[in-house]
């Protein structure tokens, strides 16, 4: 048998039932499962605006302003007779985009570097989680503030800033993985096998922290949508002509008297697509039981 | 344990009763009794000094705290009498002599003399201090040259004390619009001695516009200066005309936020707001006894194009896009009827002038312009960018016409929207294809918007350059013997712009406020302008019947 | 435990300096200059200008003499608003910040940490899940949604509450407190809950029990210190998301704080302003975190006992 093939099994041993456990545990709680449905409803959506939207994107309408919610316009209009239903679905795109996108930038960046620090250990890693330390205590936010308003505002820049904000933690986890997971007996087969580290660290490491890592990164998309709704809401986010639901609900709070469900509606998409991450990754932590592993 | 809970409990209803409870009296209220007017005034002023300041909060504090030569009534916009009670002005209109009111003084009780005109002026005009309306000044004879630093004697400056009431202007050429200038602000007079006392005169930063520093010479005196939350000024025991105030102190609160703004003014924390967030004025418009106030400002909204790049290099380009807009459209629905569409720069019945009207809302004629230039119906369009600096209502404005043209041109239009001081970079480096500018006026003539679009001028970023315009408007003009010779002319040299099209105007400005009924002096005009002395409140007014 | 405190301390240092470098040459990178403005200047006035503002010496000159006057406490002139010092805008705003921040760490303190504890005696039942699903509200509901509902509906169809400014009508804090405080409030819930579930299932505790101790007695005496750590730890993290929360909840309310001064001063170019309170807030942000790190371990005993007790 050759040396994968060896590790594998020695993993085995350790590791499938865990996935079956966590998800009869994860179908329990009914909570988690309802904002699993949820999330894939919003997902499903956003994939298929383009052609299940009522209305196109820029169709105005300005002698009907902004109107509440009618027969033909379920969710009402915009003041320039737009959609908003529409405008919901589209801003749904960049909001759910910029969440899984940021975050993945996160995870990449953190995994990387909290699995290479945890494994080599010693000196190295000392500095890569100083230089973590250094960061974690930066005031991120006016350095967002400030990049967005001097490199101007573009989608790729905001996702690169959201993601460099996010990374530390997944990388601090990461790095608390793999120094507990690098005492275990599947990775001396493997030292002693000969595999490299880098084999070692992705094909084997990375797999066995899923857990915590799959948690984490539930829990960071929520944050990386409010922090994008944040800058947006100051005016350094999503620009116009594009949409997103923080850029909505800026714009509906500043006529919320007059047109309530400019705001109320963008709110409740906002509010209920966190909601299901959040109850979902709470449940993926308990269903894993990640907090146990405190170590 | 439960009783822990029902004690917390008990504290939160407390502390919620409590806060309800002691709503106070309203700023209105108190200030109808005490005699204060509380002015919304948009942004947080940024300097006190009247030759380093630029902005229209500023304009208001600063015409509470200083007086000019002259003064402008608020219901007629006629100069009068201020610092000045007098003035002779020569056969050929070039040279002004003001006589000093030996009554004015600063308000620190020094008399004020001519000499104070001649150092304040020189300080203005001084290249160190960097002054942004150095220019307001150009008209008199060698300023120009001193403030570029080609001159430095500013003996040698057409400005002269003649002895210490008797102040002596000698202008390049008759300028009929000059003793408005003397209204503005930065040719107002400054305390030599108090600005001395802090460093030098071309200092910008310097503590004498502090409260426990400053002396001002106008109706009112610097009384507090809370940063971002209020300013307050007292009436002059030492203002030569105080027995014409009624105001005892005046209140200057920043409402950046038009919308809380508007807030502040229904549950009357304000007498007066410096503007009217557009979604609330339907409602104020509908309302019998309407505290809404709106007239003809002195001011335009357009976009400049740039007509050194393709495709808005083409004479016809620029006239398509032009035409496609449906400017009452525009004005009826997204702007809520509340501007006039402009087809020109100028704003109409400006001293009784009115700028030409070359063209219509032309859809058909656009199209047929368009295609003209090579791009029928759309086709080959390399796309155009419009620039606006960020702000909802220009966005509001922006969006409706991206619609209009890709509804009657079938062209592309991105949008982007930059922050100001962003903004203002790329329009100076003519880093743009369209871009949204406002222009208002200085003072009330034709010249004002006219002279922006000579060739080169700071403020022309449009790559307009015609000596034609130039001689009608530098030359010609200044040099016409009668008024109405001098409109004609202006008119010709506004029909050869907008041949050109180089702008798409869109509408005249007016401006809007909110005004509390117990409020009088305040009438609207041209130049939105207000004159404290004028102004009064009720303090009997009542509301009439249950709260607005 | 001194060793720690100094350890912490001495790393602070390379932080902030990173912190004054990347912002000192962030924000000169930025098109469009303090000088600009609607009227264009003619290129002396321009000139005259930066000259005063020492913005015509190269670059690092410009740096080295920031260093210089920063080493003295003094943070420059602001560029929008002649006539002040930096160190004047941050004095005027930062005790308006402080104290809504304050005051939003108490109400998050107060409802989250009773709420957590309430869930936690009770954990799976009703008493557990409504506070629970309330603080999930808080977490996703973001400040910017809830400032003006709040407003709407206690500010505006209620009229019970003021809805703008900060001291000057009585009552005006009460709004922005609680929209700051919120979202604070649902984490330390949370946390409290974890913190407290865990200790109130650990031996002593049912010792306690056993030996027939009131429920408060237990809950006060004996679990609250070890199962607010958690919450404690979070206090410095929470403190800088504070400040940046006031950004949103200052510009809502119309809050002369300092987090509006500084989106508008990176909005205005003010390059001093911007520098200014970026190191203000980064060295305050610092002197959080080691204070809410001293603290969770003199609160962990086991943590005490590693430091040889203070």
Sequence with gaps: MNTEAIVDIARAEQGTSLWQDAWLRLRKNHLAVLGLAILVVFIVIALLTPWIAPYSYQQQNLELGASGPSAAHWLGTDIFGRDLMTQIMYGGRVSLAVGFIATAVALLIGVTWGAVAGYVGGRTDAVMMRMVDILYALPFMIFIVLLTVVFGRSMLLLFLAIGAVEWLTMARIMRGQVQSLRQMEFVEAAVSLGLSPATLIFRHLVPNALGPIIVYTTLTIPNVMLLEAFLSFLGLGIQPPQTSWGLLISYGAETMEEYPWLLIFPGVALTLALFSLNFLGDGLRDALDVRGAKD | ?548 | ?310
């Design chain 2, 1 to 548: 344990m439960h009783s822990m809970i029902v004690r917390l409990l008990l504290l939160v209803a407390a502390v919620a009763l409590l806060a309800s409870c002691g709503r106070g009296e309203s700023n209105v209220a108190s200030g109808n009794r005490a005699g204060i007017l509380h002015f919304g005034n948009g942004s947080e002023p940024q300097s006190l000094d009247p030759h380093v300041a630029t902005g229209i909060p500023e304009h208001f504090i600063i015409h509470a705290l200083f007086e000019g030569l002259t003064v402008k009534n608020p219901y007629t916009l006629e100069p009068e009498p201020g610092v000045a009670s007098s003035w002779d002005i020569s056969e050929d209109g070039r040279v002004i002599t003001f006589h000093i009111n030996p009554e004015a003084r600063w308000s620190n009780g020094d008399p004020m003399t001519a000499a104070d005109y001649v150092w304040s002026w020189q300080r203005l005009l001084s290249p160190g201090l960097g002054s942004e309306y150095a220019y307001m000044l150009f008209p008199v004879k060698n300023a120009q040259a001193f403030n570029q630093g080609k001159m430095t004697d500013f003996g040698e400056v057409g400005v002269k004390a003649l002895d210490k009431l008797t102040l002596q202007v000698t202008l390049n050429e008759r300028t009929p619009y000059f003793l408005q200038l003397m209204d503005h602000y930065s040719t107002f007079a400054v305390h030599r001695p108090t600005i001395e006392k802090f460093g030098n005169a071309s200092d910008r930063y310097t503590p004498w516009t502090r409260v426990e520093n400053m002396v001002s010479n106008g109706a009112f005196r610097l009384r507090d200066w809370q940063l971002y939350r209020r300013l307050e000024v007292e009436k002059s025991d030492t203002y030569w005309d105080r027995d014409r105030v009624k105001l005892n102190g005046i209140v200057f609160h920043p409402t950046e936020n038009t919308v809380s703004e508007e807030r502040m003014f229904r549950v009357g924390q304000l007498h007066y707001t410096a503007s009217v967030p557009l979604g609330k004025i339907p409602v104020y418009q509908e309302m019998a006894d309407t505290p809404y106030r709106q007239a003809p400002y002195i001011g335009t909204y357009y976009y400049l194009i740039n007509t050194l790049q393709a495709p808005t290099d083409k004479l016809k380009v620029r006239q398509a896009l032009s035409m496609a807009i449906d400017r009452e459209s525009l004005n009826r629905n997204v702007l809520k009827g509340t501007n006039i569409p402009a087809y020109s720069i100028t704003p109409p019945d400006t001293l009784g002038y009115f700028p030409p009207r070359l063209f219509s809302h032309d859809v058909a004629r656009a199209r047929e312009l368009l295609a003209e230039a090579g791009y029928p119906n759309g086709e080959g369009w390399p796309g155009l960018e419009l620039t606006y600096n960020t702000s909802e209502d220009h966005r509001k404005v922006a969006v409706a016409l991206q619609q209009m043209w890709k509804d009657a041109l079938n062209i592309d239009v991105t949008l982007t929207n930059q922050e100001w001081k962003v903004y203002l970079d790329s329009i100076t480096q003519m880093n743009f294809q369209i871009a949204r500018r406002g222009w208002i006026g200085d003072y009330v003539d034709p010249n004002s918007f006219l002279d922006l679009f000579i060739t080169g001028g700071g403020n022309n970023n449009t790559g307009f350059a015609d000596p034609r315009y130039d001689d009608l408007v530098l030359r010609q003009a200044p040099q016409a013997a009668t008024d109405e010779a001098r409109l004609a002319i202006f008119h010709e040299a506004e029909t050869l712009l907008m041949e050109q099209m180089p702008i798409i105007p869109l509408y005249t400005y007016t401006s809007k406020h909110l005004v509390h009924p117990s409020v009088s002096g305040m009438p609207p005009n041209l130049m939105d302008s207000t004159n404290f002395k004028y102004v009064s409140l009720d303090q009997d007014w009542r509301p009439a019947g249950a709260g607005n």
């Design chain 3, 1 to 310: 435990m001194w060793r720690f405190v100094g350890m912490r301390l001495l790393q602070a240092i390379p932080v902030i300096l990173v912190v004054i470098t990347v912002t000192f040459f962030l924000v000169r990178v930025a098109p469009g200059g303090p000088f600009d403005g609607e009227k264009a200047v003619t290129r002396e006035v321009k000139a005259a200008l930066e000259a005063q503002y020492k913005l015509d010496l190269p670059l690092f000159q410009q740096y080295t003499a920031y260093l210089g006057d920063l080493a003295q406490g003094d943070l420059g002139p602001s560029f929008k608003y002649p006539g002040r010092s930096v160190n004047e805008l941050i004095a005027a705003g930062f005790p308006v910040t402080a104290e809504l921040g304050l005051y939003a760490l108490l109400v998050a303190l107060g409802i989250g940490g009773l709420a957590g504890i309430i869930a936690a005696l009770r954990p799976n039942t009703a008493q557990d899940y409504i506070p629970m699903s309330a603080a999930m509200i808080g977490i996703c509901m973001p400040s910017f949604l809830l400032g003006p509902l709040l407003v709407l509906v206690f500010g505006i169809h209620l009229d019970w509450l003021p809805v703008s400014g900060w001291g000057d009508i009585p009552g005006d804090k009460i709004l922005p407190s609680i929209t700051l405080g919120a979202g604070y409030a649902a984490y330390i819930a949370r946390l409290g809950r974890a913190g407290m579930l865990e200790v109130l299932s650990q031996d002593y505790i049912r010792t306690a029990r056993a030996k027939g101790l009131p429920q408060w007695q237990v809950v006060l005496k004996h679990s609250l210190r070890g199962g607010m750590i958690p919450v404690v730890a979070f206090l410095g993290p929470a403190f800088a998301g504070l400040l940046a929360g006031s950004f949103v909840v200052e510009t809502i309310f119309q809050i002369p704080g300092l987090g509006r001064f500084y989106v508008q001063a990176a909005f205005n170019r003010d390059y001093t302003m911007i520098l200014g309170t970026t190191v203000f807030l980064s060295v305050l942000i610092v002197f959080f975190n080691l204070l809410s790190d001293i603290l969770a371990a003199w609160m962990n005993p086991r943590l005490r006992a590693q430091f040889g007790g203070q």
